[in-house]
Nanobody
Framework: QVHLVESGGGLVQPGGSLRLSCVAS????????MRWYRQAPGKQRELVAS?????????ADSVNVKGRFTISRDNAENSVYLQMNSLKPEDTAVYYC???????????????WGQGTQVTVSS
């Protein structure tokens, strides 16, 4: 089993910054793609950004975070990060970490989710 634990959320003023972290336990597993999703009150969960094990990144066009958010990872630490700058009130949401992981030799990866961390952007 893989457990994902997020941290770094909180209350920040508009224009401020936060850095979210997500650490995956389960040392026997290989963590492939990792993603950050978010879910605002009354809305569906949406993809924010993704990063492959090799470091290729993608940012969802629909969430308008390009140039403000940066996803990165540390494979040695089984961690993924989301640096969020120039935060706006519309970035307020619960942010969830996702990881696709498999045991060595396993033909398919399973999906794992963290419990979420609240980000509130308000003056």
């Amino acid at each position: 089993q893989v457990h994902l634990v997020e941290s770094g959320g909180g209350l920040v003023q508009p224009g401020g910054s936060l850095r979210l972290s997500c650490v995956a336990s389960g040392s026997m597993y290989i963590i492939y793609e990792m993603r950050w999703y978010r879910q605002a009150p009354g809305k569906q969960r949406e993809l924010v950004a993704s990063i492959t094990r090799g470091g290729s990144t993608n940012y969802a066009d629909s969430v308008n975070v390009k140039g403000r958010f940066t996803i990165s990872r540390d494979n040695a630490e089984n961690s993924v990060y989301l640096q969020m700058n120039s935060l706006k009130p519309e970035d307020t949401a619960v942010y969830y970490c996702y990881g696709a992981a498999a045991l060595p030799g396993q033909l398919y990866a399973n999906n794992y989710w963290g419990q979420g961390t609240q980000v509130t952007v308000s003056s």
